[in-house]
Nanobody
Framework: QVQLVESGGGLVQTGGSLRLSCAASGSIFSINAMGWYRQAPGKQRELVARFINGAGTDYADSVKGRFTISKDNAKNMVYLQMNSLKPGESAAYYC????????????WGQGTQVTVSS
């Protein structure tokens, strides 16, 4: 099992910045992709940014140039720096870990709320 705990959400004005953190523990050796998703009320959960082992990073088109995903392997941490936030980006942000072998499994944190005020 893998446990993921997010932190760093909050209220920010349009154009502001936030940094989200995700602490991973457990069988993290089995994880080959980690990243961030978000879900606004009434909408589907969507990819924001992720690392894929051996394939680099992947960003949603809407956040390219404004958001940066990073990690600290020694601390088992993944971060999401979000700049120039927009009101439409208010959502619950979730840390995600994916295992591909021997079977696919997806692990989720409890989410952290980001609210962007206009």
């Amino acid at each position: 099992q893998v446990q993921l705990v997010e932190s760093g959400g909050g209220l920010v004005q349009t154009g502001g910045s936030l940094r989200l953190s995700c602490a991973a523990s457990g069988s993290i050796f089995s994880i080959n992709a980690m990243g961030w998703y978000r879900q606004a009320p009434g909408k589907q959960r969507e990819l924001v940014a992720r690392f894929i082992n051996g394939a680099g990073t992947d960003y949603a088109d809407s956040v390219k140039g404004r958001f940066t995903i990073s990690k600290d392997n020694a601390k088992n941490m993944v971060y999401l720096q979000m700049n120039s936030l927009k009101p439409g980006e208010s959502a619950a942000y979730y840390c995600n870990g994916r295992r591909s072998y021997p079977t696919y499994a997806y692990y989720w944190g409890q989410g952290t709320q980001v609210t962007v005020s206009s």
